[in-house]
C-alpha cells in the first residue's frame, strides 16, 4: 500500500469518528426527546418513579448525561436496560444479538453474491435467450417480494407444510433454524447482485478490449473469469456495502417473523419501551458498521483496480 | 485472498452456529410460546405476566395458585390468624432451595426488606390498602420524602422470623384476602446468601436464581427461549409430570400458529386476524387476562362533568358488537368496573354475579341523554378529544371503534388524539391535558377493591379528578369492616356509586385467544397475579 493510500485512509478514519461523535449527539437528544419515559408501569407513584430516575440519573440535565454517557462508552460500559431486560447490562444484550444478526447478513451476502454472479454471468453469456430470460425473470421477482414476504412464504411451506425446518430460531439446533431466514435475506442479494453482474459483463463482452483478447487467442475460460468478469465486478463491489448495511437493518421483520433474537428485532423493542441505552446502542453500532462498510468499499476498489487512485499525489 | 477470506468465514459460522440438539414433540416436554419477553427474574422488580410466569416456574410463596385455580399452601403448610385478624402465623414445610439450602423463614424477611431497600416496583403492595402489613406505610411515606431507610426502618416491618419454620406477619387491619395476596410474586422468599453473593445480577440470567418450586431453569436467552428442567429437590416433586419446560419468547402470534400447527408448541397465543381460521378447532380457546379496558372521562372538562353526556357515551358503545366483530380475540363487554372472574364472594358467587349491570347500548337513549345534557349546558355542539396511546394494541382498534360509535351521536364531534401510552399516562393524563382517555387497568390481587380504590378522590390514578364523599367513607369502611359478608356488600354498594355517576366509563374485559394442545391438563390459567401455573401440566 502506497504512503498516499495510508494517509488517505487516516483522513477517513479520523473523519468517520467525528460523523459517530455527531451521530451519537444527535440520537442521544432524539432519544431524550421521544414522548413519555422508560419507567412506565401506571401503578408506580410519583416518588417511586423519582427514585428509579435517579438511580438511573435520567434526573440530571441532559448534557451531564450525554457526557457521562461517553465517559461511561469509552471504557466499554453502554449502561443498564431499563425495562425490557431491567438492570441488564446493555454491552452483553447488544453484544449477542449483534453478533447474530451479523452472521446472517454475512452469510445471506456470500451466498446471495454467489447465487447472484453466476445467474448474471450465465444470463449475459446466453443474452437474448430463454436461459437470459429465466435469469432476469427471478432477479425481478427478487427485487419485487419485500424479504419477509418471502420469509413467510418459505414458512409456510417448509416448516409449516413440509415440516422440513423449525419455524423460529432455536440456539439448540441453530444451523437447521437459520436456514429460512438466511434464505429469506439472501434473495434480495441474489436479484440486485444478479441484475447487475448481467448489465456490466454484457457490456464489457462487447468492448475493445475483449474483443483483442479473443484475437490473441484466450481460451473462453480465462477470457470470461479473468477480463470480463473482474472488470465486471467493479460495479457489484459497490453495492454490496449498501447491500450489507442493509441487510443488517433490514434483518428486523425478517428477524421478526423467524424468531431471531438478532439487533433488528431488538432494537424495535427498544424503542416501543423507550429503552435509552439499548437503542442508543443499537443505533450507534448501525452508524459505526455503515460508515466502517463505506471505508472498507473504498479501499476495495484499489485493490480490485489499481487504475483507481485514492490519494490525490500521484 | 478472496478464498481465504472466505474459508475464514465459513469457519466463523460453524463455530457460532456449531451445537446442533433435537428438540422432540414428547410428552416429557411442555413447550409455551409467549408473545412478550421475559424481562427480570427478580421478584423485587418483576412486574409483567410473563417474567411471573417464568418466576412461579421456579419459585414458589407461602402460598400458590392450586390445580383448580384457587389458592393452596406452597411453602407454607399451615397458617393461622389471630382472632382480630391482624397476626398471620405461617408453617413453613422442609422445602429446599436447588443449592440445597432449605427455605426458612428468614429468606422471606430478607425478601420483603430488600424490597423497600431497593425501593421496588411493588413496595406499594405492602402498603395500606393492600396488604396492610404494619410499619410499611411509615417506611413507603420515609421513601416518598426521599429519606434514607436504616435498618431499625426495616426492622419496624411488621414481618418476623419467629425461627427458621415459624414467620409471623402483622397487619394494621384485617386483610381478608391476605392468604391470597402471599401467591403474587413479590411475596416471593429470596435466598439472602445467594443473592448477596449475586449482587447487582441476582435474577438477570438463569444461573443468577436459585429454585425453589417445581422448575430449575437451565437456559435463558432474552428475545429468544427459556428452558426449564424439572426440579428434583421440590418439595412435590413426584407430582410434577413433565421433565421439561421450554418458554418461546417473543413470538409473533402468526408464527406461533405457524409453531403449534407443526407440532413445536402446546401453547400458542394468536390474533385476531386467525381467530376466524381457528374458531372451531378444538384447539381453539378464548381465555381472560382480567384486564378491564375503559373510558377515563376528564371531570375537570365543563362537558364530561355534565353525567348525561357521560351517560350518552356510554349508551352510544355498542360493547357486544366492539368484542365479538372487531376485537375477536375472547374479550367480553364489561357489565361494571369489577371484571368478572376476580373475586369469589365469602358465599362463593362471583362479584360481577352478585353485583347490577351498569352498561347497555341503545342509540336513541344516547342521543336523548346527550340532547338532555347540551340542554342543560346551553350548548348545541360539543367537541370531545379522544386521546390513545398507539402502541398498545388494541387500543388503536377500540378508538376507532368508539369514535365511529361517539360519532353517530348528533351534537357531539370526536377529536382523535394519537400519542404513547407513556405520553398518554404521564403527560397528557397526569398533567390534565385530556377530554376522554382510553386506558386500562389490570388487577394487583384477587379482590375487588384492586379497581375500586381506583376512584378514590385521592388515588394517583384518578386522573380525571373524580370525587364522591360518599364512596370514600364506604371504601373506609371496606377497609375496616371485620365481618366478610358485611364488607362484600358494602363493595358492591361502592361500585354502584361510581357507576351510577360514570366516573368511568367501563367498556370490555380482555380476552385472549389461544390455540392449546388438547392432550395437555391442568394447565392453570389465572387473570390475577401469575398468569399461567405449570406445576401440574401433565401431556
Same mark, same amino acid.
Given at each position: 500500500?502506497?504512503? /498516499? ?38 401503578? @408506580? ?55 447474530? /444478526?451479523?452472521?446472517? &447478513? ?65 440456539? /439448540? ?42 484475437? !490473441? ?7 470470461? %473469469? ?59 453500532? #448501525? ?28 | 485472498? !478472496? ?13 457460532? @452456529? ?105 413496595? #406499594? ?58 401467591? %403474587? ?8 446468601? %445467594? ?6 445480577? #441476582? ?10 418450586? +417445581? %422448575? ?60 376466524? !381460521? ?9 381465555? /381472560?387476562?382480567?384486564?378491564?379496558? #375503559? ?37 367480553? +363487554? ?6 368478572? &372472574? ?25 342521543? +336523548? ?9 346551553? $350548548? ?32 357531539? $364531534? ?62 373506609? !369502611? ?62
Amino acid at each position: 500500500m502506497s504512503n /498516499s493510500t495510508l494517509k488517505y485512509i487516516g483522513k477517513r478514519l479520523v473523519i468517520s469518528l467525528i460523523t459517530l461523535f455527531v451521530i451519537l449527539m444527535v440520537l442521544f437528544l432524539m432519544v431524550k426527546f421521544l414522548p413519555g419515559s422508560p419507567i412506565n408501569n401506571e401503578k @408506580l407513584s410519583a416518588s417511586a418513579r423519582a427514585a428509579i430516575e435517579a438511580q438511573y440519573g435520567l434526573d440530571k440535565p441532559i448534557p451531564v448525561q450525554f457526557v457521562r454517557y461517553i465517559q461511561n462508552m469509552l471504557t466499554g460500559d453502554f449502561g443498564v436496560s431499563f425495562n425490557l431486560y431491567k438492570d441488564m447490562q446493555v454491552s452483553s444484550l447488544v453484544g449477542s444479538a449483534a453478533k447474530l /444478526s451479523m452472521i446472517y &447478513g454475512l452469510c445471506a451476502v456470500i451466498i446471495g453474491t454467489v447465487i447472484g454472479m453466476f445467474l448474471g454471468v450465465f444470463a449475459a453469456l446466453h443474452k437474448n435467450t430463454i436461459w437470459d430470460t429465466i435469469a432476469t425473470v427471478i432477479s425481478v421477482i427478487g427485487v419485487s417480494i419485500p424479504s419477509f414476504v418471502f420469509a413467510m412464504l418459505i414458512l409456510l411451506l417448509f416448516a409449516s407444510k413440509l415440516r422440513l425446518l423449525p419455524t423460529s430460531y432455536s440456539s /439448540s439446533n441453530a444451523i437447521k433454524s437459520s436456514i429460512m431466514p438466511i434464505l429469506a435475506l439472501s434473495v434480495g442479494v441474489i436479484a440486485n447482485v444478479a441484475r447487475f453482474t448481467r448489465t456490466e459483463m454484457v457490456s464489457v463482452l462487447t468492448s475493445e478490449y475483449m474483443t483483442l483478447a479473443k484475437a !490473441k487467442g484466450l481460451d473462453r475460460k480465462t477470457l470470461i %473469469f479473468k477480463h470480463a468478469l473482474r472488470n465486471a465486478l467493479i460495479p457489484v463491489i459497490t453495492i454490496l456495502g449498501p447491500i450489507l448495511v442493509n441487510l443488517m437493518t433490514g434483518t428486523m421483520v425478517v428477524e421478526k417473523i423467524c424468531s431471531v433474537p438478532g439487533l433488528g428485532k431488538l432494537l424495535i423493542n427498544s424503542i416501543l419501551s423507550n429503552d435509552y441505552n439499548i437503542i442508543l446502542a443499537c443505533s450507534f453500532l #448501525y452508524a459505526a458498521m455503515y460508515i466502517f462498510m463505506m471505508l472498507i468499499i473504498d479501499i476495495s476498489y484499489g485493490i480490485i483496480d489499481p487504475r483507481i487512485r485514492l490519494g490525490k499525489d500521484d | 485472498m !478472496k478464498k481465504l477470506f472466505s474459508m475464514v468465514l465459513c469457519a466463523m459460522m460453524a463455530l457460532t @452456529l456449531a451445537g446442533c440438539g433435537g428438540s422432540g414433540d414428547d410428552s416429557s416436554t411442555y413447550t409455551y410460546s409467549s408473545e412478550l419477553d421475559i424481562k427480570n427474574l427478580d421478584s423485587a422488580d418483576a412486574e409483567d405476566g410473563c417474567s411471573f410466569t417464568a418466576l412461579h416456574a421456579i419459585i414458589d410463596g407461602l402460598m400458590k395458585p392450586a390445580k383448580d385455580g384457587t389458592t393452596t399452601y406452597g411453602i407454607a403448610k399451615s397458617s393461622e390468624v389471630s382472632e382480630d385478624g391482624l397476626t398471620h402465623t405461617y408453617k413453613l414445610r422442609d422445602a429446599k432451595w436447588s443449592n440445597g439450602d432449605p427455605v426458612t423463614a428468614n429468606d422471606f424477611v430478607y425478601a420483603w426488606h430488600r424490597i423497600f431497600k431497593n425501593k421496588g416496583n411493588y413496595y #406499594y403492595m405492602f402498603c395500606d390498602g393492600i396488604a396492610n402489613i404494619a410499619g410499611a406505610q411509615e417506611l413507603s411515606d420515609k421513601i416518598d420524602a426521599e429519606q434514607d431507610l436504616t435498618d431499625d426502618d426495616l426492622n419496624s416491618l411488621g414481618v418476623k422470623a419467629v425461627d427458621d419454620k415459624t414467620l409471623e406477619v402483622t397487619t394494621t387491619t384485617r386483610v381478608s384476602f391476605f392468604d391470597e395476596l402471599m401467591s %403474587f410474586p413479590c411475596f416471593y422468599p429470596v435466598n439472602e446468601k %445467594f443473592a448477596e453473593k449475586q449482587g447487582d445480577k #441476582y435474577g438477570k440470567s438463569a444461573d443468577s436464581i436459585l429454585a425453589n418450586g +417445581a %422448575f430449575t431453569m437451565t437456559k435463558w436467552e432474552p428475545g429468544s427461549v427459556a428452558e426449564f428442567e424439572k426440579n428434583d429437590k421440590f418439595y412435590a416433586a413426584k407430582d410434577v409430570k413433565v421433565d421439561k419446560l421450554v418458554m418461546k419468547l417473543v413470538q409473533e402470534p402468526k408464527v406461533a400458529a405457524q409453531s403449534f400447527e407443526a407440532g413445536e408448541t402446546d401453547f400458542a397465543i394468536i390474533n385476531s386476524d386467525l381467530v376466524d !381460521k381457528y374458531k372451531k378447532d378444538e384447539s381453539f380457546k378464548n381465555i /381472560s387476562e382480567g384486564f378491564l379496558f #375503559y373510558i377515563q372521562p376528564n371531570l375537570e372538562n365543563s362537558d364530561l362533568a355534565n353525567l348525561n353526556v357521560r351517560k350518552a357515551l356510554s349508551l352510544a358503545i355498542n360493547r357486544k358488537d366492539l368484542c365479538e366483530n372487531v376485537l375477536k380475540d375472547g374479550s367480553q +363487554a364489561a357489565s361494571g368496573f369489577v371484571p368478572s &372472574g376476580l373475586s369469589i364472594s365469602p358465599e362463593g358467587k362471583d362479584f360481577r354475579d352478585e353485583a347490577d349491570t351498569y352498561t347497555s347500548y341503545d342509540k336513541k337513549a344516547a342521543q +336523548a341523554a346527550l340532547d338532555e345534557g347540551l340542554k342543560e349546558l346551553g $350548548k348545541s355542539e360539543i367537541t370531545l378529544r379522544l386521546t390513545y396511546g398507539t402502541d398498545e394494541s388494541p387500543m388503536d382498534v377500540f378508538a376507532t371503534y368508539l369514535q365511529n360509535a361517539f360519532s353517530g351521536l348528533k351534537g357531539l $364531534k370526536i377529536e382523535m388524539v394519537a400519542t404513547t401510552k407513556q405520553d398518554r399516562i404521564y403527560n397528557k393524563q397526569k398533567n390534565g391535558d385530556f377530554d376522554l382517555s382510553v386506558t386500562r387497568w389490570g388487577p394487583d390481587y384477587g379482590d375487588p377493591t384492586t379497581y375500586l380504590t381506583l376512584a378514590l378522590t385521592n388515588n394517583n390514578n384518578n386522573y380525571g379528578h373524580w370525587s364522591n364523599t360518599e364512596f370514600d367513607s364506604i371504601m373506609e !369502611k371496606v377497609n375496616s369492616e371485620t365481618d366478610a359478608n358485611a364488607r362484600w356488600q358494602l363493595m358492591i354498594d361502592a361500585e354502584k356509586i361510581m357507576m351510577d355517576d360514570l366516573c368511568y366509563i367501563p367498556v370490555f374485559e380482555k380476552g385472549t385467544a389461544t390455540l392449546q394442545n388438547t392432550k395437555v391438563k391442568n394447565l392453570v390459567i389465572k387473570a390475577v397475579g401469575v398468569p399461567y401455573t405449570f406445576e401440574y401440566v401433565s401431556k
